[in-house]
């Protein structure tokens, strides 16, 4: 018997709180706030807190500006399968890698789509950790990130087959290819410290001078099909190269 009076002390509860039925959306007491003092709270929170409160309404999600000073992107999901090459499109949004301020993007096990827009002109860091991304996308974000100076590329796919990472402004460089990868071109003008390891399908091996080079570690795996790395090259125009290890199967220079 005490049941229907405690349903309709809620129901009473829920009207006086919500309002009508069709005011559901201003209950957090935030959302009839002017857009200029939305903002200006935003601005006094750390990202953390504002991505909290952006989930209390629909309306913070037409705020432009609300996250336009996030320096720092972290996605990984490892319970999402890594996609087939191609990379599969939808797994990450559109607009990851579109906040100006950005300065530090790590992503691990998921996948860009084959097209999306990249502005991050203060990007620093980027960490790319089983991702599938496209070549196309690669010289996409290397392009639009002009002050790049950390690189990490470890078990990405999306190349068909081969790929070419090329960046004037990247000054350190973690490169590990793939398990299906034949072909690895870098190409780094400015690179001063330089890690690779390569997986036996690697056909072709491809490395462009640079002449900043300080410190060099080199994994060569032994390659199923006898092929001859030129490396040469790049060993001779480091004249500031202090530290090397080249390791692996035995290497032929030249």
Request: hydrophobic share 40%.
């Amino acid at each position: 018997m005490g049941r229907p009076p405690q349903q309709r002390k809620r129901r009473r509860r829920r009207r006086a709180d919500g309002g009508s039925a069709g005011g559901g959306e201003d209950r957090d007491y935030l959302s009839g706030l002017p857009d200029d003092v939305l903002l200006s709270i935003f601005s006094r929170l750390s990202t953390r807190h504002a991505v909290t409160l952006s989930a209390i309404s629909r309306r913070f999600r037409c705020l432009p500006s609300q996250f336009g000073r996030i320096e720092s992107a972290a996605v990984s999901d490892p319970s999402l399968p890594l996609p087939s090459v191609p990379a599969r499109p939808g797994f990450l949004p559109n607009n990851v890698l579109s906040p100006r301020s950005l300065a530090v993007v790590s992503l691990d096990t998921c996948a860009l789509p084959r097209w999306c827009p990249a502005a991050c002109p203060q990007l620093r860091t980027l960490r790319l950790h089983h991702v599938a991304i496209p070549q196309r996308m690669i010289k996409v974000v290397l392009k639009a990130a002009p002050l790049l100076e950390n690189l990490e590329m470890v078990y990405c796919t999306g190349f068909a087959g081969s790929c070419r990472v090329e960046s004037s402004s990247v000054r350190n460089l973690l490169f590990k290819s793939a398990l299906e990868q034949r072909g690895v071109a870098l190409h780094m003008a400015g690179m001063r410290t330089f890690t690779l390891y390569t997986r036996p399908k690697v056909q072709a091996l491809r490395l462009e001078p640079s002449s900043e080079i300080r410190k060099a570690y080199l994994h060569i795996a032994r390659p199923r099909i006898k092929e001859r790395f030129r490396i040469r090259p790049f060993l001779d125009a480091g004249k500031g190269l202090t530290c090397l290890t080249l390791r692996g199967y035995a290497i032929k220079v030249e």
